[in-house]
């Protein structure tokens, strides 16, 4: 979904690089409270982790092809304000070093991918989780539930992005029908990918998973552990 | 609680996570769809994917996960992939390293004690 330089003009692009750049100064507040010494290297391993994912485009019916986008993933595994600064950098190494996604349209892509991605990814989870008992069990389905909605909604805010500043004469609501069809589809593998990678991590190191802290806790409270209050070490 | 909760320790766990986004963009990446993503198909089809400009970028060494001087397609990609992900693990660890929280070492020494008892 990297939007190249040219398919959006320059005031939209420019309107998206704000809304980047407000996203991304909020996510620096807000990440301070999701990282300790233990999950910092944890965030620094999901940005990588996600950079390798969208290399790894996996065929879509009808001779096009989807990558793993990593919102929702980067924020159930690292908590959403660091997952919009696993995505930025991302995608800033993408488009400075790679070539991938345009320079002018790093805002729209961070704005797309980092913020959209993130936060229905988040929300989408957090949203589930609300309505089922609060275990380690549901986490990885919501988190693919939540990376399948993520990518059509980016997608049609594409559209919408489109719709306002694109540079060419084409129907919009073509176009949002196309990006929203085809990208559920690619929400599909989005929604597997993460399912997998976030069960793989609950399976070995659940403590790791910032989406795992209050079933975590529920759990502690079940089997009636001594709190982890200073004393305990 | 550690028993069931660390099956590996915190290092060992880095280790693996690392070496499997590092394997997947060093060599499982040969391997992805070269078909245009869900992007560039749906500006072909609607008509608008000749709008698209080259990026400033697009002549530096490791412009479209390709190494510059590396004819080996296999290689160039693999190189490619693997300064990307060493470039994301640096920027992104370094910026999460210095936004860290300090001081919060007692959370995880109770963790990290319990689990050698």
């Not at chain 1, 990282?35 to 990588?48: E, F, H, I, K, Q």
């Not at chain 1, 959209?116 to 986490?139: E, Y």
């Not at chain 2, 590092?22 to 391997?31: E, K, M």
């Amino acid at each position: 979904m990297h939007v190249p330089d040219g398919f959006l003009d320059v005031p939209t692009s420019v309107a998206t690089g704000v809304v980047a750049v407000g996203g991304i100064a909020l996510a620096l507040r807000g990440a301070r409270r999701e990282l300790d010494d233990r999950t910092a290297p944890m965030a620094g391993l999901v940005a990588t982790f996600v950079f390798a994912g969208q290399m790894m485009n996996f065929p879509v019916a009808g001779g096009t092809s989807g990558h793993l986008l990593g919102g929702a993933m980067a924020a159930v595994l690292a908590g959403p304000w660091t997952a919009v600064l696993c995505l930025s950098t991302v995608l800033l190494v993408q488009g400075l070093f790679m070539a991938d996604g345009g320079i002018t349209a790093l805002g729209t892509n961070v704005t797309l991918m980092g913020l959209v991605g993130v936060a229905v990814g988040w929300l989408v989870f957090k949203g589930i989780r609300a309505m089922l008992p609060d275990r380690l069990g549901v986490l990885a389905p919501a988190a693919a539930i939540a990376a399948l909605v993520s990518v059509p909604v980016a997608a049609l805010v594409f559209s919408a992005l489109f719709a306002i500043g694109g540079t060419a004469p084409v129907s919009p609501e073509k176009v949002a029908i196309a990006m929203v069809s085809w990208h559920l589809v690619i929400g599909v593998g989005e929604a597997i990918i993460t399912g997998m990678v976030v069960a793989s991590v609950i399976g070995v190191r659940p403590d790791l998973v910032y989406g795992a802290r209050s079933a975590l806790r529920a759990r502690r409270l079940e089997i009636r552990e001594p709190s982890t209050a200073g004393e305990s070490a | 609680m550690s028993a069931t909760e660390k099956r590996i320790s915190t290092r060992n766990f880095f280790a693996v996570f690392l070496l499997a986004g590092l394997l997947i963009a060093g060599v499982a990446s040969y391997y992805a769809s070269s078909h245009p993503d869900g992007l560039n198909f749906v500006a072909e089809k609607t008509g608008f994917s000749d709008k698209e400009e080259a990026s400033s970028t697009a002549d530096g060494p490791l412009a479209g996960y390709s190494t510059k001087g590396i004819d080996n397609d296999r290689l160039s990609g693999g190189v490619a992939g693997l300064a990307g992900s060493l470039l994301v693990l640096s920027l992104a660890g370094g910026l999460f390293w210095v936004l860290r929280r300090r001081g919060t070492a007692g959370d995880e020494h109770s963790v990290s004690t319990s689990s050698g008892t």
